[in-house]
């Protein structure tokens, strides 16, 4: 299972909105709307942002906000702030009943 | 609340074993399929292993299939990874996660660094 694809990196101000993108196939994003997005600060644990392509759990910002086009899916943050400076990666369910992430990108707050 | 603190790792020589332990509370442990991810130093998120609730259902990640087994003991709340046939590309740290009511991973721990070398 390969990994998904996602840019290296992005950046963006404070205000502002970015888009990190999650390529995959018909095996995996393709297939099923069970896409998930996780934030990972140095040297901590991941934390679930966003679910199921769109969902958000509970006390996750509503400046998070996920999408998906066929093979692709979307993480969207607005409103940039400096604590959202992180490593973001997307996973996905496969139809091997097995996951694979994406390679993570990293997010710089200018 | 939720707690997953993940014990067992350590520097192993290629070749060698290790079991990794996760130790689960705050939540209904029978109920919820376990995961194990790992994160080479300065790399990305890799899926390990997953079992289900009950133990019935196991799933590994190729790199790792015939050398690991994930195992759970729901009377005590425990998660394990037994790692046998080590090699240097096992190098990372490993964290247990929940896998919540809709394919996905709501709850992690925080780690437990494997590092494989002569």
Same mark, same amino acid.
């Given at each position: 299972?390969?990994?998904?694809? *996602?840019?290296?990196?992005?950046?963006?101000?404070?205000?502002?909105?970015?888009?990190?993108?999650?390529?995959?196939?018909?095996?995996?994003?393709?297939?099923?709307?069970?896409?998930?997005?996780? *934030? *990972?600060?140095?040297?901590?644990?991941?934390?679930?942002?966003?679910?199921?392509?769109?969902?958000?759990?509970?006390?996750?910002?509503?400046?998070?906000?996920?999408?998906?086009?066929?093979?692709?899916?979307?993480?969207?943050?607005?409103?940039? *702030?400096?604590?959202?400076?992180?490593?973001?990666?997307?996973?996905?369910?496969?139809?091997?009943?097995?996951?694979?992430?994406?390679?993570?990108?990293?997010?710089?707050?200018? | 609340?939720?707690?997953?603190?993940?014990?067992?790792?350590?520097?192993?020589?290629?070749?060698?074993?290790?079991?990794?332990?996760?130790?689960?509370?705050?939540?209904?442990?029978?109920?919820?399929?376990?995961?194990?991810?790992?994160?080479?130093?300065?790399?990305?998120?890799?899926?390990?292993?997953?079992?289900?609730?009950?133990?019935?259902?196991?799933?590994?990640?190729?790199?790792?299939?015939?050398?690991?087994?994930?195992?759970?003991?729901?009377?005590?709340?425990?998660?394990?990874?037994?790692?046998?046939?080590?090699?240097?590309?096992?190098?990372?740290?490993?964290?247990?996660?929940?896998?919540?009511?809709?394919?996905?991973?709501?709850?992690?721990?925080?780690?437990?660094?494997?590092?494989?070398?002569?």
């Amino acid at each position: 299972q390969s990994a998904l694809t *996602q840019p290296a990196s992005v950046s963006g101000s404070p205000g502002q909105s970015i888009t990190i993108s999650c390529t995959g196939t018909s095996s995996d994003v393709g297939r099923y709307n069970y896409v998930s997005w996780y *934030q *990972q600060h140095p040297g901590k644990a991941p934390k679930l942002m966003v679910y199921d392509v769109t969902n958000r759990p509970s006390g996750v910002s509503n400046r998070f906000s996920g999408s998906k086009s066929g093979s692709t899916a979307s993480l969207t943050i607005s409103g940039l *702030q400096a604590e959202d400076e992180a490593d973001y990666y997307c996973g996905s369910y496969t139809n091997s009943s097995t996951w694979v992430f994406g390679g993570g990108t990293k997010l710089t707050v200018l | 609340e939720v707690q997953l603190v993940e014990s067992g790792g350590g520097l192993v020589k290629p070749g060698g074993s290790l079991r990794l332990s996760c130790a689960a509370s705050g939540f209904a442990f029978s109920s919820f399929a376990m995961n194990w991810v790992r994160q080479a130093p300065g790399k990305g998120l890799v899926w390990v292993s997953s079992i289900s609730s009950g133990a019935t259902y196991t799933s590994y990640a190729d790199s790792v299939k015939g050398r690991f087994t994930i195992s759970r003991d729901n009377a005590n709340n425990l998660l394990y990874l037994q790692m046998n046939s080590l090699r240097a590309e096992d190098t990372a740290v490993y964290y247990c996660a929940r896998e919540g009511y809709s394919y996905l991973f709501d709850f992690w721990g925080q780690g437990t660094l494997v590092t494989v070398s002569s």
